[in-house]
Nanobody
Framework: QVRLVESGGGLVQAGGSLRLSCAAS????????MGWYRQAPGKQRELVAV???????NYVDSVKGRFTISRDNAKNTVYLQMNSLKPEDTAVYYC????????WGQGTQVTVSS
């Protein structure tokens, strides 16, 4: 059983910063990638950022230059540093892990006020 525990969401003013964390625990043989998705009300879930086991990263265009994904392999933890936040970044952010199977966290709310 793999468990993903997210933390770091909250309410912030536009232009502010937040750092999300996601710690994975359980029987994980090999993690291929970890990342973050988000889902705003009335919208589809979208990939925000992903980091592979080889440390390659990819971001959705709307967050490039503002968000940074990083990973601590020893702790099976992935981070998302979010700077210059905008109201349109408001969403529930979900941690994602891809190994032999895919796993999701429970989600953490990020709200950016204008």
């Amino acid at each position: 059983q793999v468990r993903l525990v997210e933390s770091g969401g909250g309410l912030v003013q536009a232009g502010g910063s937040l750092r999300l964390s996601c710690a994975a625990s359980g029987s994980i043989f090999k993690i291929n990638a970890m990342g973050w998705y988000r889902q705003a009300p009335g919208k589809q879930r979208e990939l925000v950022a992903v980091i592979t086991s080889g440390a390659s990263t990819n971001y959705v265009d709307s967050v490039k230059g503002r968000f940074t994904i990083s990973r601590d392999n020893a702790k099976n933890t992935v981070y998302l540093q979010m700077n210059s936040l905008k109201p349109e970044d408001t969403a529930v952010y979900y941690c994602y892990l891809r190994a032999a199977l895919s796993y999701w966290g429970q989600g953490t709310q990020v709200t950016v006020s204008s």
